[in-house]
């Protein structure tokens, strides 16, 4: 597992049984609920997926979300994934732009994966606004991709991935 990452509002650092309880409020939030469904129900959550290494987002000293990835170890298809989720409270103010650029710089110049991807529900603009502003590109719409949070049927994603090649080192992005 990877230390802290620092960005230039957040400080991702691992997370561990001292953040469960805010994580499970922030999980259960309406907000959050609707788009992330019952992500909390397993009694290990958020230790319940070894595929996925998960951060607790800190802003000014308090948590206020998680950023998590995952990785695709074939040689022929090797990249990484990124999920977020941040109180609503925080919503617009950058931190989501900054978490997601802390650990795209990290995916790609600490272990140099060539290409990310992230995949927001088509609908939810702000999401896609913030992936967006890291330089995220919309790839194509998967059709009912995603199963909706009350079981009721589905509803599409928008793929968008980003490049190594479209990231910069100078971004002023440095791990602690």
């Known amino acids: 597992m990877t230390?802290?990452?620092?960005?230039?509002?957040?400080?991702?650092?691992?997370?561990?049984?001292?953040?469960?309880?805010?994580?499970r409020r922030i999980v259960r939030l309406p907000e959050i609920r609707a788009?992330?469904?019952?992500?909390?129900?397993s009694p290990e959550?958020?230790?319940d997926d070894p595929e996925v290494t998960r951060f607790s987002v800190i802003h000014e000293g308090t948590l206020c979300g998680l950023v998590q990835y995952?990785?695709?170890e074939d040689p022929m298809y090797r990249h990484a994934s990124i999920d977020i989720f941040l109180d609503p409270a925080v919503h617009g103010r950058g931190i989501g732009r900054d978490a997601v650029g802390v650990l795209a710089h990290y995916l790609v110049f600490e272990l140099n994966h060539h290409r990310l991807v992230i995949d927001p529900a088509v609908d939810n603009e702000p999401a896609i606004r913030c992936y967006s502003a890291v330089g995220f590109q919309?790839?194509?719409?998967?059709?009912?991709?995603?199963?909706?949070?009350?079981?009721?049927?589905?509803?599409?994603g928008l793929l968008m991935?980003?490049?190594?090649?479209?990231l910069t080192s100078d971004t002023p992005i440095a791990t602690a």
């Open 3 to 23: 230390g802290e990452l620092r960005g230039e509002r957040v400080l991702l650092v691992p997370v561990s049984t001292d953040h469960v309880e805010a994580l």
């Open 161 to 166: 991935d980003l490049l190594a090649d479209d």
């Open 45 to 47: 959550w958020p230790f």
């Open 138 to 156: 919309p790839v194509g719409v998967m059709r009912r991709y995603e199963r909706d949070p009350d079981g009721g049927g589905w509803h599409d």
């Open 35 to 41: 788009r992330w469904g019952d992500e909390d129900s």
């Open 70 to 72: 995952g990785e695709e």
